[in-house]
């Protein structure tokens, strides 16, 4: 859906005004119709054969993966990939239900690439959010709303239905808090419908971006939580209005202002709040994001589909040009930098996803990509 703008908060307008916040609103591209893919440098190149997966370790029709859906990197330099356990069945929502030990749904890499551990085996139906907090303690959601998945029942070997929660586990696969109740969703401050991602801001709080579109609730909004899980506060709901949501895809923290970056992705842009939930900005420029990364330089890294406005949205396999892209740009202004053309052949989709439905940043510079839609794991360095 295409979103009308109407006017800028008058709080955010009075920020601007006295210098509070430098939004370069020149820089704002136009709020009439989608977007298109910008023209701007690319100084990245792509790693060939990155990581190296052990012989047992191989996605779908001899595929080195199935379904990519999180990537983080760690402050040790360590990276971990969150997948749909090496399955690309259904498209786009695929199941780690019955994939057994050899298929585990969290894997953590050296910087070299060389599979260090795994963890998550019989925990997630449908992975979808993750991140790693500063402790090394691991954070992830599960979307599943389903009682069963291609005739198999959504549940442990307990009897536990899997879905609508956020898990945070140990490196060594503990699991230490459950936000959520497992096989229920709504709006209550301890359910989740659809939960997308998961972020922990420096003090322990945490943030969760709730309603993967569709859910049966109609939610959309941010929920935040103390460090121990105590129900804080909530913002936002289905809409197109400044701090309203459709499809909040993916949600991070980060930069000098700590501000909190929401991938609104049916509506078109990328929103900015602090951690109280008060709105700084919207911006569309980035295209229609799924995945939304903050760095400590104020860098923001988003995983974009450019609609052309003279064709229409490509939501599938096509022969049309790839319009598919991770947009960098100021964290704090929305200026758009750099851009990494998709290298992907739209024909050969499984999903309707984004170039980078997860993307991850190292100390080096070094961008990490994980790719829902063409079942691949993508590493560039900066080469200029």
Not at 119 to 136: M, S, W
Not at 281 to 297: I, L, N, R, T, Y
Not at 333 to 361: C, E, F, H, N
Request: glycine share 12%.
């Amino acid at each position: 859906m295409i979103m009308t703008w109407f006017r800028w908060p008058a709080a955010f307008v009075c920020a601007v005004s006295l210098g509070v916040l430098h939004v370069d609103l020149a820089a704002q591209p136009r709020r009439d119709g989608p977007v298109p893919k910008p023209s701007l440098p690319n100084p990245y190149e792509l790693v060939p054969d990155w990581p190296a997966l052990p012989r047992p370790f191989k996605g779908p029709a001899g595929r080195k993966w199935g379904e990519v859906i999180r990537v983080h990197a760690a402050t040790n330099g360590n990276i971990w990939v969150f997948h749909r356990c090496f399955h690309d069945q259904p498209n786009g929502d695929a199941t780690c239900l019955n994939r057994g030990d050899m298929n585990p749904p969290i894997l953590e890499f050296s910087p070299a690439g060389m599979l260090l551990r795994t963890a998550g085996v019989g925990l997630f139906a449908h992975p979808h959010g993750f991140t790693v907090d500063g402790q090394g303690n691991l954070w992830a959601t599960d979307t599943n709303d389903e009682v069963e998945i291609l005739g198999i029942p959504a549940r442990n070997d307990r009897g536990v239905p899997f879905g609508q929660t956020v898990l945070k586990i140990s490196p060594d696969g503990r699991v230490l808090m459950t936000l959520g109740r497992p096989g229920v969703g709504g709006t209550a401050p301890s359910l989740f419908d659809r939960p997308t991602g998961v972020a922990v801001a420096s003090d322990g709080s945490i943030f969760v971006s709730d309603g993967h579109w569709r859910n049966r609730s109609n939610t959309a909004r941010v929920v935040k939580y103390s460090a121990n899980g105590t129900f804080l506060k909530t913002w936002g709901r289905l809409g197109e209005a400044p701090g309203e949501f459709r499809d909040p895809h993916d949600i991070a923290i980060g930069g000098s202002r700590g501000y909190v970056y929401v991938a609104d992705r049916l509506n078109s842009r990328v929103q900015v709040f602090d951690q109280e939930g008060t709105f700084v900005a919207a911006w569309k420029q980035f295209g229609q994001p799924s995945s939304v990364h903050v760095d400590e330089a104020d860098n923001l890294y988003v995983g974009a589909t450019y609609q052309d406005p003279a064709r229409g949205s490509v939501t599938g396999r096509s022969n049309e040009p790839n319009d598919r892209a991770i947009v960098i740009g100021d964290a704090l202004t929305g200026q758009l930098k750099y851009l990494i053309p998709d290298p992907g052949d739209l024909r050969t989709m499984t999903d309707t996803g984004t170039s980078a439905s997860g993307i991850a940043v190292d100390r080096a510079g070094n961008i990490y990509a994980a790719d829902v839609g063409f079942n691949n794991l993508r590493k560039y360095v900066k080469t200029r």
